[in-house]
């Protein structure tokens, strides 16, 4: 089985109250790729990078099976740049700095090679972008999902919500399931949202976990309480990563097997976390994963008789 | 076996965006009772009230086997009263009035009648009448759990500490855990408060669930996602009083039953937000806990295959 993935490959700034990075690779589509390769090959990365974008993170990332004849470069731009200085408490940031450069031109196009794909995730993007590379696909995949952010909600709802129609899953914070949906109540908002399109729908609430709702069902995994969180920037694509990374590799979509990629991706997001930008994500091995996996199980197992 | 309930029996003036009452009754040991009366028998309630306090609703108590000998009626003194508002958020409140009344008089005595108990649940109240409680009990009880807050934490920490050496249990919320401690960090921040006496610790993170913490061990209980949330005021008591009802109960102090009687405590406090004040907590009967503890186990049960 293989998965596309669609999204930035860019570099960011970042300050957090436990350092500071100047220059440092990022992107929402690198994030998922590290991630996903955990899992399944080849990742069919579609993204557009500068100039400058180093040599040795696309051959890193080609090792790891991503294949990149869908990463478009363009040899008089810079990559995209982000830079973001987080708050005391983690949860928030403001954003410094946005450099589209690349980002301006970028017009994603689906390589032939990759039309066999099941699966598709089409990181954070201009809505527009993410409904042109599911109308490329000659066979619709076996699951599409998407993630997107207040931004586009803001300046291109109408946009956002034809492509809501066209995907299963869609991955959205707590703030952005209120504001997509004009409900205070996650549940009120998740109604509403499922209804718009999307058959699955999981809210992140960063540290305090992930709801998955799917017709009338509900499932919550929570975050691994850390003792030190580095760097937050990625592990919502990390979190997407590991998610359709799992699913991908058992090729089961049921509500079941979300439950378990929801777990799956928790984990990853747990590693990402632990150091700037994807260091982290280069260093864990599959024991890393199944260990941390463990600790999910063991943080949420509780014996209760019904008598 | 039987429980001793420390705390307040109030009237409480609440509103939240979904509405408004004037003088609804209120109180820690109010609520803490109603819980814990699912479970055990006798309650023996500790609390001080005014000549305004209703006569029903102590009748209400006693029916559901709570024993107010412990009880101070004042006869020339109104209750304890307090009232506040809720942001929209329902996370945060702000205090309108705070009426000590009754309160300022509070002495706790424990009747020798209740010298048998073998379960103690301080509700927040002044660090040193929670102490004097201890103190009065002749022989230590198999279980002491304490609630508090950042109030106490601000004005007599030094008392505070002196009343976590003597408890087996501390409740708090995340922000209180993080004052107590100094600490951002969850993780960290019960790491030092279970050096500072309790041996274990539930950091209540409201509608984002509860973290349970002893030696190493961590477990997670999500709060249930609610379509309404009509008041929150109580919650924590009723929470409080699931857990240590159910313990109680079961009379059986392990880790282990400590995390089942978390998501007991989670399925009370799902009720009571329900309706205004401790009215939910009259209305509920053992089948609709057993139906709430079910979607409990509903909500966070996976399964995952380490291959």
């Known amino acids: 089985m293989s998965l596309i993935t669609v999204g ?47 040599a040795e993170e696309l051959e890193e990332m080609k090792k790891r099976g991503v294949n990149i004849d869908g990463v478009e470069i363009v040899s008089d731009k810079k990559s995209f740049f982000w830079s973001g200085k987080y708050h005391m ?40 972008l993410q409904l042109s ?5 000659k066979v619709r995949p076996k699951l ?24 299963d899953v869609l991955l959205v914070n707590d703030a952005e399931a209120r504001q997509l949906s004009g409900e205070v109540s996650l549940v009120k908002a998740a109604n509403k949202i499922l209804e718009m399109g999307p058959r699955f729908l999981v809210i992140k609430k960063g540290e305090h976990g ?22 937050p920037t990625g592990a919502g694509d990390t979190f997407a990563g590991g998610f359709i990374g799992h699913l991908a590799k058992t090729k089961d979509i049921s509500f079941k097997n979300m439950k378990t990629a929801i777990i ?15 260091e982290r994500m280069k260093e864990i091995t599959k024991s890393d994963i199944d260990q941390r996996i463990a600790q999910f199980v063991d943080l949420v197992s509780f014996d ?3 008598v």
Chains 1, 2 share one sequence.
Request: charged share 20%.
């Open 144 to 167: 599409i999902v998407m993630d997107t952010m207040n931004f586009w909600m803001d300046i291109a709802l109408e946009d956002l919500k034809v492509v809501l129609k066209e995907v």
């Open 210 to 231: 992930a709801l998955l709702f799917h017709e009338s069902h509900v499932f919550f995994a929570p975050a691994l309480p850390l003792e030190e969180v580095i760097d």
């Open 264 to 278: 799956v991706g928790s984990a990853l997001a747990s590693f990402c976390v632990e150091k700037f930008g994807p």
């Open 89 to 128: 408490d983690m949860n928030s940031r403001d954003t410094l700095i946005t450099d589209l450069n690349v980002l301006e031109d970028f017009n994603p196009i689906v390589p032939d090679s990759y039309q066999d794909s099941e699966f598709l995730m089409l990181g954070n993007l201009m809505p527009k």
């Open 8 to 54: 930035t490959m860019a570099f960011d700034a970042i300050e957090t109250p436990f350092g500071k990075v100047d220059k440092i690779v990022g992107g929402s589509a690198t994030y998922v790729a590290y991630a996903a390769s955990n899992f399944v090959k080849p990742i069919n990365q579609i993204s557009i990078i500068g100039y400058d974008f180093p």
């Open 304 to 306: 209760i008789d019904l």
């Open 133 to 137: 590379v599911i109308q490329q696909m």
